[in-house]
């Protein structure tokens, strides 16, 4: 399996390559954020362990910036912060999990081939991802952070339009169109109640929001 460690300190860096290399992986190292992005689309790795503070372009940056162009690689995020808030950071803003330095390379390696099969499972599934809210179609199930949000089925087709749309704004007369089969809104104001729904289900719990209105024009998903 591909990993691709994102860490400038170089030391660092080697150690994790050839442990992972000894575990039968195959490490690949990139020591600046800026090349982060580019070497997840050439290289195609399954793994990424990302460093969080790094030069030009920081480990939340690219995160959100993977998540929000949907590359599919798991991310394993290391950090020197270590409370609850910087956590939350981490994982909200796409990672898979979260890892404080100092750290024993046992557990990191535990963490990875945890990783590795959710990754495994992930194939075998259809899955839509958006930062850190996955959307199961088989199961038809929706996680946030990995932890389950109870959606009812009006709702899941809403995120799931939106989720097939990111950084697209759709319109009220469009989403009609598709989670309701109508060209007209009976209601009035039936799409704006379906989105706060969504809203405050997806949210509760966390920082950050997702779904963005563009007002007078519509809704979409953006993790900016």
């Known amino acids: 399996m591909q990993v691709l460690i994102i860490e400038d300190e ?10 992972l290399k000894a575990e039968g992986y195959f490490p690949s190292v990139v020591n600046d954020g800026a090349e982060a992005l580019h070497a997840i689309r050439t290289q195609q790795p399954q793994l990424v362990i990302l460093d969080r ?22 991310i394993l995020m290391l950090s020197a912060l270590g409370d609850t ?5 981490g994982l909200t803003s796409g990672a898979d999990d979260y890892l404080v330095k100092p750290f024993a390379f046992e557990e990191l390696l535990a ?15 259809n899955c839509l991802r958006f930062a850190d809210i996955e959307l199961d ?11 389950l949000v109870s959606l009812t089925a009006r709702e899941l087709n809403l995120l799931e339009l ?7 704004v759709l319109s009220r007369e469009r989403i009609l169109a598709n989670v309701w089969s109508m060209n007209e809104d009976p209601l009035t104001n039936v799409v704006d109640v379906y989105v706060r729904r969504l809203r405050n289900k997806l949210d509760k719990g966390h920082a950050a929001g ?7 024009t519509g809704y979409y998903l953006s993790s900016d």
């Open 53 to 74: 503070m790094l030069p030009n372009l920081d480990g939340l940056s690219i995160c959100q910036l993977i998540r929000a162009q949907q590359l599919p690689v798991r």
């Open 10 to 19: 170089q030391r660092v860096a080697d150690f994790l390559a050839r442990g």
């Open 111 to 125: 963490r990875l081939n945890n990783l590795a099969n959710r990754q495994n499972d992930q194939t075998q599934r």
């Open 85 to 89: 808030a910087e956590r939350v950071r």
């Open 137 to 147: 179609l088989d199961l038809r199930q929706v996680r946030r952070a990995g932890e």
């Open 162 to 168: 939106l989720m097939r749309n990111p950084q697209k």
């Open 210 to 216: 997702y779904v963005r209105t563009l007002r007078g």
